[in-house]
């Protein structure tokens, strides 16, 4: 069985500032990992995916993961917020070797302060 | 241009009235899949389809029907929709190459859907 937490269900920052959102997953395989992002009124989009190759994942628009399987956890980082952050962040798990079944986390909302 | 089509982008509705979202991609994917988003609960898979004639249950399928003749499009069918059913829907499309694990999911822009 597969799940994923998402450690903050809402996150304020200061624009320029780092970003951290949590995220920590359980999976009896090995995993796949996304995060996508949901701007207002809009569809996900995806930011990054880690499919077993290298453990820092670099995505689109400054964002990154890093994979750490003793710690479980895949959390999303950006070194400087940016007012166009603002939106909801989810984290994806899925079991390599399972049932093609994607396990979405219940979201974290960002909010950008200028 | 790679995109995934849902319609309608809102929708009010009545209990017990039969209505179909409708969602189609143009990418050729194997993979077709719905969710709902509800407040605090993230997004819940409804029904997925690897591929034509091939659909299964998700998480949260009670209410729904789903059917797959053509590859291109996936309606969801709510029979007798009822006020629970209230929530923002997703059609999502993917490849399958190398498992649905590792392939990026393609989203539409999603349906609200109210019930009254």
């Known amino acids: 069985a597969q799940s994923v937490t998402q450690l903050d269900s809402h996150v304020s920052v200061s624009e320029g500032t780092p970003v951290l959102l949590r995220c920590n997953y359980s999976?009896?395989?090995?995993?796949?990992l996304f995060w996508y992002v949901q701007h207002p009124n809009k569809g996900l989009q995806l930011l990054l995916k880690y499919t077993s190759a290298a453990t820092l994942v670099k995505g689109i628009n400054g964002f990154e993961a890093e994979f750490k399987k003793s710690e479980t956890s895949f959390h999303l980082t950006k070194p400087s917020a940016h007012m166009s952050d603002a939106a909801e962040y989810f984290c994806?798990?899925?079991?390599?070797?399972?049932?093609?079944?994607?396990?979405f986390g219940t979201g974290t909302r960002l909010t950008i302060i200028p | 241009e790679a995109q995934v089509t849902q319609n309608p982008r809102y929708l009010i509705t009545v209990t017990g009235k039969k209505l179909t979202v409708t969602c189609s991609q143009n990418m050729n994917h194997e993979y077709m899949s719905w969710y709902r988003q509800d407040p605090g609960l993230g997004l819940r898979q409804i029904y997925y389809?690897?591929?034509?004639?091939?659909?299964d249950k998700g998480d949260v399928p009670e209410g729904y029907k789903v059917s797959r003749k053509e590859k291109r499009n996936f309606p969801l069918i709510l029979e007798s929709p009822s006020p629970n059913q209230t929530s923002l829907y997703f059609c999502a499309s993917s490849r399958i190459t190398g498992g649905v694990a590792k392939n990026i999911q393609y989203f539409g822009a999603g349906t609200r859907l109210s019930v009254l």
């Open positions: 994806v798990v899925s079991d390599t070797f399972g049932n093609e079944k994607l396990t």
């Open positions: 999976s009896s395989y090995s995993p796949s």
């Open positions: 389809s690897m591929n034509v004639e091939v659909t």
